[in-house]
């Protein structure tokens, strides 16, 4: 009987214990199997249109491999969020995504480990015409201009897709527009300043002159919203700028954007005139560096 008293004392100190070990394993990082219970429910609760944002950014790739289902090509490489009129967050560790800040929370659910939240966007912008889909789908006349001189473009494929593996260029599709001096303007995915994926228009430059894409069936919209970029992973160190776009309605300039290697992927807006016509994009070298500029565009 005289251990009596110490045992009574230690049921405190082993509630104190199963409490710590309840801390612990809240606050511990989702396992494998976690993601792969979380992925069924998660690809029965998305919903097209609304794409996936996962907090922290870290988990995402361990997500996008248990269910790829939830993360369609065209909804990944999306070039920012601000189209979109609802998100899903599914986040851990009681983690929220930035770039959601601002976002109304809809509804909210518990699985696992996980807290999905449909959020609603203050202010969605919806996209009337995309040009990265036209150039894919061959709809945009491209040339090449110097001295006020066009030379075409032709558009063709090739037997297979050019990579250039680690640390080496972007991918070089099968199909393509090819220019003068093996030059090419064709749809391709670079990496973002976070390392995400971005879908755009490669434009690899001549020396001198200009590459010019000519849209001819954009529709009548408010603005025109744009971003450039290169390769971050490969131009993350150039800070002088390598590359100029214009943009041109009706013969008139709409604006210039500048875009260097250290800026990442950069948007930005054109007001539109009065008059619509066909777009002209314009894009020159402003240094001899200058690698596979990429750029997306969208009236909305």
Known sequence: MRFLPLLLGLVPLVGLAELGLHQFHAKRAPQQ?????????????????????????????????????????AELTRPDNTAFPALLEVSLLGQSAPELEGFKVVSSQTIGKFRLSWKRNPKPEPVLFDFVSAVDLGEVEVFTE???????????????????????????????????????VAVTLIDDQAYRPRRCVLTQLPESGSVV???????????????????????RDVDNAQVELSVSEVGQVLGQKRAAGADGWSRFELERGATPGSVEVSVRRLASESRDFCFALEAR
């Not at 494929?157 to 527009?177: C, I, M």
């Not at 894409?213 to 131009?235: A, C, D, H, I, M």
């Open 213 to 235: 894409l000519r849209f001819n069936s954009v529709p009548v919209s408010k603005r025109l919203v744009g971003f450039t970029g290169f390769s971050y992973f490969l131009e």
């Open 33 to 73: 199997s976690d993601y792969a219970a979380l992925a069924p429910e998660l690809i029965k609760l998305k919903q097209t249109g609304v794409p996936v944002v996962v907090a922290p950014q870290w988990a995402e790739p361990l997500l996008r491999q248990a269910a790829p289902p939830a993360f369609p090509a």
């Open 146 to 184: 110097l001295d006020g001189q066009r030379r075409p473009c032709s558009r063709g494929v090739r037997p297979r897709t050019a990579t250039g593996g680690l640390h080496g260029h972007v991918a070089y599709p099968r199909q393509r527009f090819e220019c003068s001096s093996n030059r090419l």
